[in-house]
């Protein structure tokens, strides 16, 4: 008997420092997260994190290097 592949579909999930990672879809997500919006496979949402985040410092980092102070 051929067996069933069984495919997990995960979110694309955002936290408050839009840092973003993926989360199997239905479980629930830690505290801070919230979905971005995009969901598939894990190959399809890290390639979507890929496109879509470009910005790797936190929002404090950036606002310390706008002003020239140290963190």
């Not at 840092?19 to 997260?33: A, C, Q, T, V, Y």
Request: aromatic share 8%; net charge negative; glycine share 8%.
């Amino acid at each position: 008997m051929p067996q069933k592949t069984v495919t997990t579909t995960y979110d694309v999930v955002v936290d408050d420092e839009d840092h973003h990672s993926i989360w199997e879809n239905g479980r629930p997500l830690p505290d801070g997260w919230r979905t971005q919006g995009f969901s598939g496979a894990r190959e399809d949402c890290v390639r979507h994190i890929d496109e879509v985040w470009t910005q790797l410092r936190s929002p404090e980092d950036l606002t310390h290097l706008r002003k020239g102070t140290p963190q």
